[in-house]
Antibody, heavy 120, light 111 residues
């Protein structure tokens, strides 16, 4: 089973772009949907979007205008960029995987999460 | 506001059976699988139920899921102190595009 590890700055200034990377180990990045999910402090989960290993993407309609998810198969990594951030984007950000061949298992592997705070 | 609706809290005593409900619509629960996640304090969510009522290997059979129409529920029997956690339901929604939606979460307290 793959393992996921998020990385990136823990502090981002308002109006700037949040950038995070998820490194995949223990397996190939192929044949999976790779998602980003976030959780504001004390609140519930919000799906941000996913990328298929081939590069096709799908985003949450509420965040679509600010989100870009990309994949680097040579590094077994995928990344999240969220532009024009505000304090409302402060959250724990998780990456997660969904096997495209067994899509009905859902997002069954998650990273441990990384905390991002938006503040000047 | 979450797309799926869950009660904010639930409670039970050790050994009891508790259920957590999740209400949605025809574009999510009504036409797609339901998933349940358990989130222990300070940890990442863990998949508890997939495809409405299936348990991943390692999940005790005390946990069970069901779905009817646009609603779903998670049942926990033989409640244990370690079950105290937040529980989230999730489903695909295909109203605008195909995307994941979650419930607001239910905090389960074992009294």
């Amino acid at each position: 089973q793959v393992q996921l590890q998020e990385s990136g700055p823990g502090l981002v200034k308002p109006s700037e772009t949040l950038s995070l990377t998820c490194t995949v180990s223990g397996g190939s990045i192929s044949s999976y949907y790779w998602s980003w999910i976030r959780q504001p402090p004390g609140k519930g989960l919000e799906w941000i979007g996913y990328i298929y290993y081939s590069g096709s993407t799908n985003y949450n309609p509420s965040l679509k205008s600010r989100v870009t998810i990309s994949v680097d198969t040579s590094k077994n990594q995928f990344s999240l960029k969220l532009s024009s951030v505000t304090a409302a984007d402060t959250a724990v950000y998780y990456c997660a995987s969904q096997d495209a061949n067994y899509y009905y298992y859902g997002m069954d592997v998650w990273g441990q999460g990384t905390t991002v705070t938006v503040s000047s | 506001q979450s797309v799926l609706t869950q009660p904010p809290s639930a409670s039970g005593t050790p050994g009891q059976r508790v259920t957590i409900s999740c209400s949605g619509s025809s574009s999510n629960i009504g036409s797609n699988y339901v998933y349940w996640y358990q989130q222990l304090p300070g940890t990442a969510p863990k998949l508890l139920i997939y495809r409405n009522n299936q348990r991943p290997s390692g999940v005790p059979d005390r946990f069970s899921g069901s779905k009817s129409g646009t609603s779903a529920s998670l049942a926990i029997s033989g409640l244990r102190s370690e079950d105290e956690a937040d529980y989230y339901c999730a489903a695909w929604d295909d109203s605008l595009s195909v995307y994941w939606v979650f419930g607001g979460g239910t905090k389960l307290t074992v009294l």
